[in-house]
């Protein structure tokens, strides 16, 4: 879960120890086991909510994009009217 968390952060945010010396939100892990041993699972329960928040922000993207389209159409059309008279 720490691994994701920073993922979600990325190298958008760096934390500056000294000087000129930063360190962004990197955790190094591995999940070692041997096979049958629910590696997946476990990785599948912690990337739910991840993968889930993306969905979510796809979907909203593409309606606020619908409804800027359907906008952007009356602007031009409205444009038009103008230009025209």
């Known amino acids: 879960m720490l691994s994701v968390l920073a993922a979600a952060i990325g190298g958008t945010r ?14 190094w892990t591995v999940i070692v086991g041997d096979s049958g041993t629910s590696k997946t699972p476990a990785f599948t ?8 928040g993306q969905r979510q922000s796809l979907a909203d993207h593409a309606e606020a994009m619908k409804e800027f389209n359907v906008e952007l159409t ?12």
């Open 74 to 85: 009356r602007y031009e059309k409205k444009l038009s009217t103008w230009k025209r008279d």
């Open 14 to 27: 760096q934390l500056r120890l000294k000087g000129e010396w930063k360190v962004t939100a990197i955790i």
């Open 45 to 52: 329960t912690v990337m739910k909510y991840p993968h889930e």
